[in-house]
């Protein structure tokens, strides 16, 4: 029989999403929960799994096609009989198994669709493991899974141009950072060795493979412009406008109000330096982010204020006890926010760990949507694009956003004498409903004494 996949409920609300890249074609066989395609919703890029196991038999929209909740994409040749309450296979009443009849409107399930078969497609993270096949286990992605890297996890997708129809079994095997890297790489997981428990493909041995791959590499090309032709033109959609509508909302919602402070922070430098030959940092990279990141956790303990939100509906400010720490990530696809839950709790390695899994998984387009959302409070390196300064917005919903500046050697005053200093200027803006201009002030402060003076966090805690 004929089975249709619609587009499902991804969550968050989203109504619609655009195929980045199908895994499958025509003809190809796939198991149940088997990565079929890769859709793009306003806030990330979705491994979407079959709901079904069998043949394809259609692909019903191409790539970099705009689809809504409810449309058809792909359909399957199934084996087996068709389910009491549906109508025989290749009618329209064929696509209920995605949770909508071809009358209803996109993103509503018909009422006459079976519960099992709504509950099977509904949302975009795998079918029901009870029903058939074997069972679905979901990969933790980004922070999750860095801070963890579990060794028995394995890798459900196949190389960008493996047949997707190859068994199981030949796969390689990693952690989903670890495929979020070599994605980000353009190394294909086919073509490393793993040398981690059992032959799992570790984050060392994509980034040996890429060096070695390194120089046989051709620069990226920038296609030119069409003779004649003096501008071009390209579609608002997914991130890009997400994030302009949220960037305007904030702007024009949140007065915001913006100081700056300039830190002499030679001795924060000299101890990343010196935490490079500490056993306990070994093979964990320690940068001024990660410090910054772990002062703002401790400086947020003393100024409750700026980690707070504004409720309009319920006339209330909502006083956080936990840090989520958004990073602010520049990526191909426009600006991200992911964070770190419960960063105030994590020590400094497993801080520095889990932002170099945070970045990895931006850059590669990878982001889980649950990444995205529930942040209390957010930093943005400016500085390593060459930034001494800026007026950072709010991220929507939070009372406050640091960023950094570029640190630069230049005369500073020290110890009574001009001395060539390493000097980084910390910009906070904050919404001044939520944050006074004097508590602003002590948040930025604190965060900068400690990286002026490490040793000054025993007299903050």
């Known amino acids: 029989m004929i089975k249709v996949f619609r587009l499902p409920d991804l969550g968050e609300g989203l109504t619609e999403s655009e195929i980045v890249a199908w895994r499958v074609a025509p003809g190809d066989t796939v198991e149940l929960n088997q990565?079929?395609?890769?859709?793009?919703?306003?806030?990330?890029?979705?491994?979407?799994?079959?709901?079904?196991?069998?043949?394809?038999?259609?692909?019903?929209?191409?790539?970099g096609t705009v689809v809504h909740v409810g449309e058809p994409i792909v359909s399957f040749e199934v084996a087996g009989t068709e389910p009491a309450g549906t109508e025989p296979a290749g009618t329209e009443g064929a696509g209920r198994a995605g949770g909508a009849a071809a009358s209803d409107p996109p993103g509503q399930a018909s009422a006459a669709a079976p519960a099992e078969e709504r509950e099977a497609?509904?949302?975009?993270?795998?079918?029901?493991?009870?029903?058939?096949?074997?069972?679905?286990?979901?990969?933790?992605t980004g922070a999750e899974a860095d801070l963890t890297e579990p060794a028995t996890v394995e890798a459900l997708e196949p190389a960008a141009t493996a047949a997707v129809s190859e068994p199981a079994a030949t796969r390689p095997r990693s952690t989903p950072p670890v495929r979020a890297l070599a994605r980000g790489l353009g190394i294909e997981l086919s073509q490393v060795t793993?040398?981690?428990?059992?032959?799992?493909?570790?984050?060392?041995?994509?980034?040996?493979?890429?060096?070695?791959?390194?120089p046989e590499s051709a620069p990226e090309s920038v296609a030119d412009p069409a003779a004649?032709?003096?501008?071009?033109?390209?579609?608002?959609?997914?991130?890009?406008?997400h994030t302009a509508a949220a960037m305007v909302?904030?702007?024009?919602?949140?007065?915001?109000?913006?100081?700056?402070?300039?830190?002499?922070?030679?001795?924060?430098?000299?101890l990343i330096e010196s935490?490079?030959?500490?056993?306990?940092?070994?093979?964990?990279?320690?940068?001024?982010?990660?410090?910054?990141?772990?002062?703002?956790?401790l400086a947020v303990a003393r100024n409750p204020s700026v980690n707070t939100r504004w409720d309009e509906?319920?006339?209330?400010?909502?006083?956080?006890?936990?840090?989520?720490?958004?990073i602010a990530a520049a990526t191909p696809r426009g600006l991200l926010v992911p964070n770190i839950p419960d960063a105030d709790r994590l020590g400094l390695a497993d801080l520095a760990a889990a932002l170099a899994g945070l970045t990895e998984t931006a850059r590669a387009g990878t982001t889980a949507a649950e990444s995205l959302r529930g942040g209390t409070i957010s930093i943005t390196n400016v500085g390593v694009f060459g930034i001494d300064a800026g007026t950072p917005i709010l991220n929507p919903g939070e009372a406050a956003i640091l960023a950094l500046g570029g640190i630069r050697r230049q005369p500073w005053e020290h110890r009574g004498e001009i001395a060539l200093?390493?000097?980084?200027?910390?910009?906070?803006?904050f919404d001044h409903r939520l944050v006074d201009g004097e508590q602003g002030a002590r948040f930025l402060v604190d965060v900068g004494t400690i990286l002026a003076d490490p040793a000054m966090v025993l007299t903050m805690v």
């Open 249 to 270: 909302r904030s702007a024009f919602t949140a007065p915001h109000v913006t100081e700056f402070l300039t830190v002499d922070v030679t001795p924060t430098m000299d």
């Open 35 to 63: 990565l079929i395609a890769d859709v793009e919703t306003a806030k990330a890029v979705v491994e979407l799994p079959s709901p079904f196991a069998g043949v394809v038999h259609e692909l019903h929209q191409q790539p």
């Open 421 to 429: 200093r390493q000097v980084m200027t910390l910009s906070l803006s």
């Open 275 to 297: 935490l490079r030959t500490n056993r306990a940092f070994q093979g964990v990279r320690i940068g001024i982010l990660a410090v910054v990141a772990k002062a703002l956790c």
């Open 313 to 326: 509906a319920a006339g209330e400010i909502v006083q956080y006890h936990y840090v989520n720490l958004g």
């Open 194 to 214: 793993g040398t981690g428990p059992t032959g799992l493909i570790t984050r060392e041995d994509v980034q040996a493979r890429s060096d070695r791959s390194a």
């Open 121 to 140: 497609v509904l949302v975009g993270y795998g079918a029901a493991p009870e029903r058939q096949g074997r069972p679905h286990r979901r990969a933790r």
């Open 228 to 241: 004649g032709e003096r501008e071009t033109r390209s579609p608002i959609r997914s991130v890009r406008k």
